[in-house]
Each structure stands twice: as structure tokens, then as C-alpha cells.
């Protein structure tokens, strides 16, 4: 486990709730080298925001239980104060999100935004962190940056505001750039920019990523790797080419044909997963995917282990030859 | 920002305009209210009934009459009272402002920096010990009125504990211009700013720590923190600003009310010589011009201080600038 940047092992987010504990993030371990781009996929309410969010220390529901381990360069995150959490914050690992026209404080300049953070981090003059906040305005390719930087987040459009959201996570150049949905607020086009643009920021920057999405698209198009979350868990963790190849996980395969085929004949109807994620108070006590599944037999309600070889694991039951079968002979069944 | 101006005044001028007719109205054309019954007292025969009613000019039709009075407020500045014949309008308005003014102003000052760091304490502090006791305090500020308080200081301030070290420094009521003596001023008017602030400290810190708590669980209060800042810069910088949009809508309302005669019975129970006493009186004696007087000044400082919250609201959000 040498050289990883992120290492995470047996996180459990739960919250205390009235109906009883509410078990966020069930038990999941990953880690994120350097220099490598990850992708999490999964659902709303899987659980991928959350365990993220536990890794930035940013859950401060008191209601919230964190357990097991987080560790960032070999230091443990897990149980560090808000103000020891601070140095980490921004400087070591930054964070992009869904919405830049929220997330961003309206009331205030995106430059005076991003020399409020350079300065939290670094020892700057004020004029110092100016320069560098155009600088950085113009590497993320924001045409006359030196204009841009004395706007308020509601005069750029959509495209531009991510864009400079992003300039502001790169100002203390951190290692680590979690990035939640950071295209699902975007148009399609602008989504492939910000994309191209992530990908341009681990060249330049030699930062590692992590991208949280629903979008397998999104994943074809950036990412190594990626983890398939369901209901607070990692049901398969595979390279980015095997998960649109020989993906081993029934609810992979779901999320896989949800897509529309570019080639062939169209299908009269998308095949979709029956059913809806399950309650995260009522889980079913074995493989959560169980009741959804189409391939489902007895052993599923004990649960099953992340299993595989190197780089590739599923949680499931059924044997490799059976998931080779099965996944060869599911475009022909589908309805 | 010129066309603002223009604007600005432009409706100033048509709300005057519309109170100046209605407070007109309601006194001189509403059936049963004869003013000039009224000042010719009880029992007054129908022959000085008349004569009244022409010495006033009560007899003519009611648009010129109305017409007159604007006229002598505005162009002659001669309006002359009904109750105490001679006795000019204006001088008394203007020998009443600066009494009220002060008062409102100073007390102005004690709730906004009373109120925000109430209401930034017991948000920063939410949900503790420190957050509830503020609260609670709040909440008897609001409930008691300021005619019982003000009884009460002065119960305590000049007359129990009037010889004690604590108070002995307390003038007697009454109102000293700042220009005769600053030192006196500002000892007389201390506690009617407090007793007067008191209530919208209350209001002002439970309606800030709402808003803040409301402002914590924005999507930029999370960005905040992902940058490393402080709780502190973060809440003071981040979630303040936005939050005191509707303090100062509030605050705007309140000071132009109490400026133009709101702040009343504090005048009364301080023997301070204000617009509200003035306004008081003109209103027991049905005394129309000082009435109508105080009204025009009142309706003057309301739009006026919606004016400054509107440029207030310009410089919190940019996002208003636009429009």
C-alpha cells in the first residue's frame, strides 16, 4: 500500500436518527493514488456525497457518527478537530460542487473569493493574491481573466462560474480535488469543457482526483478507475475500460444499460432497473441490491464480500463464469 | 444614480401628497367631525358656532380649504394653530425634531450593535446554554412595554436610588440641546436610548440568529468551509452579510416610524419635548394643522429612510445593483 494518497478503510457515516441509526456509508475502503482520477458512481442517496464529504470533515450534523479510518499522506482525518481539519481543508485537499451559483457566496467578487482562500493558506499580500487569482483565472482558461476578477458570481454564466470555482479549489494547488456532480448544473457542452479541463488540471497540476457522478459518461470520459456505490456501499471497484466491457455487478450492468446504444437498433425502451433504492432504515439484511435483482438466488441474503482479482471486485454472489453468462445473455432478454 | 434621485423624490412627493389628503380627510369630512364644534367648546351657541366657522375659513369648500393649508405650510410657512390662536406650526416642529431625532438616533445606534451581536453570538453558540439565555432575554425585552420600563428607570434612577453612587450622576427629565451642552445631552438622553432600545434589541437579535442559522446551511457556507476558513470569518464574513437583508428592512420601517412620532410614550415618560408629545397633543386637542404638520414631517422621514435602506440593500447584495 505504498505511495497512495488516499487511503480509506472501513468508513462507516451513520446518523442518529428518530426511527434509529440511519447507516449512510456502510464499511467501504478505497484508496486514490497520485496522479490518478477516480470516479464514484452510483445513485442519489448511495451514499458517494456523504463518504466524501467524511473525508473533508465537512459532515457537522452532531447527530453524524464517523467511523474508521481516513488517511490522507499517511495522517488520520478521522477524529481531527475543525481547526487541525482547517490546515487540510483547501490547502491539501479541495473540494468542487454540483451548483457554482450556490456555492459560490453571491455577495461577494469571484476574485475577493479566491484571495480570501489563497490567504487563508498561504502568506500573501493582498495584491500578491490578486495577481495570483487572475493567473489562475486565465489557466482555467477564462477569457480577460483581469475583468472576470472583479465580477460577482450571477454576471458569468454557468460554464464560467465552474470554471471559476475551479480556479478558486487549484489556488493552494492540493493534491487531492474531490469534485461532487461538478458537471450536473452544466449544459452539454459546457459539461465536455469542464471535463477536458480536470483532465488538463492533473497534467499541469499533478493533482489527484476524485469525481463523484451519476453519469457513466462522465466516467468513459476522465476517470481510471471507478467504484459503483449502492445504499452506502461499494458493490464493484474496476478500471474505467472494464466497467464498459466486462462489468461484474448486476447493478452495474443496470446503470449500463440505462444508456442508450450508439449503435445497432434502437431500442423501443430503455431497460431500467425494477424498483427504487432501498431505505437506508430498512436495508434488506443481505446483498442490498438483492431485492432489485433479476439474478438474485438464495445466497444473496447473506452478504457478500468485495471479492476479485487486482483492480477489479464486485459484491455479489455469483460466480465469475455465471456473471460472464449472464451478462453476455442480458442484452437479449431485456424486455 | 441621478435618475434614482429623481425618482426617489418623485414618490416622496406623491406619498405626502396622498397622506396630506387623507389626514385632511379624515378630520374635516368625516360625518360627525366638525372642527369647528370642536374649538368653540361645549355648548357653544350656533351664533359663535358660525363665527367660528368663519374666523377659520371652515365655512369655504373643502378643496380650497385644503388648498389654504397647503398653502400656508408650504409656501408661507405661516400656518398658525386652532387651539392656541397665533401660535406658529412650524417653529414647533422644528423646536420638536431635533429632541426626537436624538432621541431615535441614539437609540438607533445601541440596537444595531446591541442586536447583531446578540443575534451573532446566539447564532455562533446555536443550540447551547448561552444561545437559549439570550433568547429568553430577548424575548422579555420585547414583552415589556417601554411605557413601564421608562416608570420604572426613572423610578429607580431618580427617585430609590437617585443618591447612590450608581445613579447620582442621572439629570433630572427634560431635554438639553446638544449644542448647549453635549455632556449634559448625552447624560439625559443614556437611558431613554436604552429603555427605548431595549425592545428592538430583542426583536432585531432573534430575527438575525434566525436568518444566520438560516444562512449557516447554504451551499456556500459548506464551500467556506472546504476552503479551511474559520468559523469565525465565516460566519462574520459569509453568512452575516447576506442575513442583514431583512434586518435592515426592518430596521428601515421601524426608524422612519419612530423619527416621525413612534417613539411617543418614551417622550412622555422622559419629559422629552418631542414630535410624538407634539403629535399627542395636536391629536387630543383636534388641533388639524400641527396634526397635519407633524404628519408631513413623519411621512418625510418614512419614505426617507426607505430610500437609504434601498441604497443599504445596493451595497449588501450586488445583486440588486442590476435593478
Not at chain 2, 26 to 48: C, K, L, M, Q, Y
Not at chain 2, 132 to 148: D, H, N, Q, T
Request: glycine letters at 8%; a neutral charge.
Amino acid at each position: 500500500m505504498e505511495g497512495a494518497l488516499l487511503d480509506v478503510r472501513d468508513l462507516r457515516v451513520s446518523f442518529r436518527t428518530e426511527r434509529g441509526l440511519l447507516r449512510a456509508v456502510d464499511t467501504i475502503s478505497f484508496r486514490v493514488d497520485t496522479h490518478e482520477i477516480v470516479g464514484v458512481v452510483g445513485e442519489s442517496g448511495s451514499g458517494k456525497t456523504v463518504s466524501l464529504m467524511s473525508v473533508m470533515g465537512l459532515i457537522t450534523d452532531p447527530n453524524a457518527v464517523i467511523e474508521g479510518s481516513i488517511l490522507y499522506k499517511g495522517r488520520e482525518l478521522v477524529g481531527l478537530s475543525q481547526r487541525q481539519l482547517r490546515s487540510v481543508r483547501g490547502s491539501e485537499i479541495a473540494m468542487i460542487f454540483q451548483d457554482p451559483m450556490t456555492a459560490l457566496t453571491p455577495v461577494y467578487t469571484i476574485g475577493w473569493q479566491i484571495e480570501e482562500q489563497i490567504r487563508a493558506h498561504l502568506d500573501l499580500s493582498r495584491t500578491q493574491a490578486r495577481r495570483r487569482a487572475i493567473e489562475l483565472l486565465g489557466e482555467v482558461g477564462i477569457a480577460d481573466p483581469a475583468s472576470a476578477v472583479d465580477r460577482f458570481p450571477h454576471e458569468l454564466s454557468g460554464g464560467m462560474r465552474q470554471r471559476a470555482f475551479i480556479a478558486m479549489a487549484l489556488s493552494c494547488k492540493p493534491s487531492l480535488l474531490i469534485a461532487d456532480e461538478p458537471t450536473t448544473a452544466l449544459d452539454v457542452t459546457v459539461q465536455a469543457q469542464i471535463l477536458e479541463l480536470l483532465g488538463k488540471l492533473r497534467r499541469d497540476f499533478g493533482s489527484s482526483i476524485i469525481i463523484v457522478t451519476h453519469d457513466l459518461g462522465v466516467v468513459a470520459e476522465i476517470a481510471d478507475r471507478v467504484m459503483v456505490m449502492y445504499a452506502g456501499r461499494i458493490v464493484e471497484r474496476v478500471s474505467k475500460r472494464d466497467i464498459f466491457t466486462r462489468p461484474w455487478h448486476p447493478y452495474t450492468w443496470g446503470l449500463h444499460d440505462s444508456i442508450p446504444p450508439l449503435q445497432g437498433k434502437k431500442p423501443h425502451r430503455l431497460p431500467s432497473i425494477p424498483g427504487s433504492p432501498p431505505s437506508l432504515t430498512s436495508l434488506p439484511p443481505g446483498c442490498a441490491f438483492s431485492p432489485r435483482c433479476r439474478y438474485r438466488f438464495d445466497r444473496c441474503a447473506e452478504r457478500p464480500a468485495l471479492e476479485g482479482e487486482e483492480g477489479h471486485a464486485a459484491a455479489c454472489h455469483l460466480s465469475l463464469e455465471e456473471r460472464a453468462r449472464l451478462y453476455a445473455s442480458r442484452r437479449r432478454e431485456a424486455p | 444614480m441621478l435618475s434614482l434621485l429623481v425618482r426617489r423624490t418623485a414618490q416622496m412627493l406623491f406619498v405626502m401628497a396622498g397622506i396630506s389628503i387623507l389626514v385632511f380627510l379624515i378630520f374635516f369630512a368625516t360625518p360627525g367631525s366638525d372642527p369647528a364644534s370642536r374649538i368653540a367648546g361645549r355648548n357653544a351657541s350656533p351664533e359663535v358656532l358660525a363665527a367660528v366657522r368663519h374666523d377659520f375659513g371652515l365655512d369655504r369648500p373643502l378643496p380650497v380649504q385644503y388648498a389654504l393649508m397647503m398653502q400656508h405650510l408650504f409656501i408661507t410657512h405661516d400656518l398658525t394653530s386652532f387651539v392656541n390662536r397665533g401660535q406658529r406650526v412650524i417653529p414647533e416642529v422644528i423646536e420638536a425634531a431635533p429632541v426626537t431625532l436624538s432621541l431615535v438616533l441614539g437609540a438607533a445606534v445601541f440596537w444595531v450593535i446591541g442586536s447583531i451581536g446578540i443575534g451573532v453570538l446566539a447564532a455562533a453558540t446555536r443550540d447551547s446554554v448561552v444561545d437559549r439565555l439570550l433568547m429568553a432575554a430577548g424575548l422579555i425585552g420585547i414583552s415589556m412595554p417601554v411605557y413601564w420600563l421608562g416608570e420604572i428607570v426613572n423610578l429607580v434612577t431618580q427617585s430609590r436610588f437617585h443618591d447612590t453612587w450608581l445613579f447620582s450622576w442621572v439629570p433630572p427629565l427634560g431635554y438639553t440641546a446638544f449644542t448647549e451642552d453635549p455632556w449634559l445631552w448625552f447624560k439625559t438622553l443614556l437611558l431613554p436610548w436604552m429603555t427605548l432600545a431595549i425592545l428592538y434589541i430583542g426583536l432585531y437579535g432573534r430575527v438575525l440568529r434566525a436568518n444566520l442559522v438560516e444562512a449557516m446551511q447554504e451551499d456556500y457556507i459548506r464551500t467556506a468551509r472546504a476552503k479551511g476558513l474559520s468559523e469565525s470569518r465565516i460566519l462574520l464574513h459569509h453568512a452575516l452579510r447576506t442575513s442583514l437583508i431583512a434586518f435592515v428592512t426592518l430596521f428601515g420601517l421601524d426608524f422612519g416610524a419612530l423619527v416621525g412620532g413612534g417613539a411617543l410614550l418614551t417622550e412622555v415618560v422622559f419629559g422629552l419635548q418631542g414630535v410624538g408629545k407634539l403629535t399627542y397633543d395636536a391629536l387630543r386637542n383636534l388641533d388639524l394643522p400641527v396634526i397635519m404638520a407633524t404628519v408631513m414631517y413623519a411621512s418625510f422621514f418614512v419614505v426617507f429612510a426607505n430610500a437609504l435602506v434601498d441604497i443599504t440593500y445596493a451595497t449588501l447584495d450586488p445583486r440588486v445593483r442590476l435593478a
